[in-house]
């Protein structure tokens, strides 16, 4: 059980409170590259794995995970990424973005974490529920048949936050 710390009357001593458990996660995939997908992978595989329910939302280029012609081609952004430490002049040169994400995805390999489409059918097969936003599906055209079979259904922002009731939202 998680313990969070409250903090009493100013000068005193804080308490350590038990806060109740999560029991559902609602995450919101809405970045396109393979460092905005793969953290809500990961945080709904492990959501899974500790027995809480997982609802994902792809939306804006996130759906690009979901995708089916689109999966294949997710990469690293090379351009504007401060985690990278690269200078922004040196992301744009031709092959950068396709060597960070070979790197990228040799690192991952090495910790037996899976290409993104076997991630997203090992996700669903957990019990995991994945959801493409209905406005995002109509701006970009496109269809349920667009996208891979794990993909439960289309839907609204507000039937996503009836879904969300109760339960952690988080962004990725």
Known sequence: MATTIVPEAAGRAADAVEAPPIQKVSIVVSHGSLEGIYPALIMANGARMEGIEANLFFTFFGMDAVH????????????????????????????????????????????????????????????????????????????????????EDIITVGQFYEMAAGGQIIFT
């Open 68 to 151: 089916r012609k689109n999966q294949e081609r997710v990469h690293v952004a090379t351009v504007g990424n401060p985690a990278l430490h690269l200078p922004s002049l040196i992301g744009v040169l031709p092959g950068m973005s396709t060597l960070a994400t070979r790197r990228m995805q040799h690192e991952m390999e090495k910790l037996d974490i899976p290409p993104i489409p076997e991630f997203i059918q090992l996700v669903a097969d957990s019990g995991a529920r994945l959801f493409a936003c209905k406005a995002s599906v109509d701006m970009f055209h496109w269809a349920k048949d667009d996208f891979v079979d794990a993909i």
